[in-house]
Structures are given as structure tokens and as C-alpha cells.
């Protein structure tokens, strides 16, 4: 008994749903690859302006340097 389309359904699914699929693989490809280095980057700076703060001896960052920026904190006053 013949039918009546050239394909099924589920050929059709597939070239329809595979091409979106394949381009969001691509964009999202290098995303996950810059997520680890930028976790890391970020982490780095946290940890030197952490280090940097903890070898002042009285722990507050003088006037004028932008480590509550590095930090994510803003500054107390003393």
C-alpha cells in the first residue's frame, strides 16, 4: 500500500530539529570552554587583592586604590 508523503515523520523531525540543535552545540561549544577559564581568571584577582589587603597592617585599602572593585566589597571606612 503506498503513502501518501515523500518521508515520515520522523525523518522530517529530524532534519527539521537537528540543524538548530547542531548550531547551538557550536555556539555554545566555546562558552563552556571559556566559563572554567574565566572562573579561574576571576579567582586569581580575588586572591591577589585578598593578599594584597592582608599584608597592610591595618587591613583597610588607602584612599584612592580600586581593590573594592577586584573584591566585589566596598570599603570600610576607618
Same mark, same amino acid.
Given at each position: 500500500? @503506498?503513502?501518501?508523503t515523500l518521508?515520515?515523520?520522523?525523518?522530517? /523531525? *529530524?532534519?527539521? $530539529? $537537528?540543524?538548530?540543535a547542531a548550531?547551538? /552545540?557550536?555556539?555554545?561549544? @566555546?562558552?563552556? &570552554? &571559556?566559563? @572554567?577559564?574565566? *572562573? !579561574? !581568571?576571576?579567582?586569581? $584577582?580575588? /586572591?591577589? /587583592?585578598?593578599?594584597? &589587603?592582608?599584608?597592610?597592617?591595618?587591613?583597610?585599602?588607602?584612599?584612592?586604590v580600586a581593590? =573594592?572593585? $577586584?573584591?566585589?566589597?566596598?570599603?570600610? =571606612? @576607618?
Amino acid at each position: 500500500m @503506498p503513502r501518501d508523503t515523500l518521508v515520515s515523520w520522523r525523518t522530517f /523531525a *529530524l532534519f527539521v $530539529l $537537528l540543524p538548530p540543535a547542531a548550531i547551538a /552545540a557550536i555556539v555554545f561549544f @566555546p562558552v563552556t &570552554l &571559556l566559563v @572554567p577559564f574565566w *572562573l !579561574y !581568571y576571576r579567582g586569581k $584577582l580575588r /586572591a591577589k /587583592a585578598d593578599s594584597a &589587603l592582608s599584608e597592610r597592617c591595618y587591613c583597610q585599602p588607602p584612599w584612592g586604590v580600586a581593590s =573594592h572593585v $577586584l573584591t566585589g566589597r566596598r570599603p570600610t =571606612h @576607618p
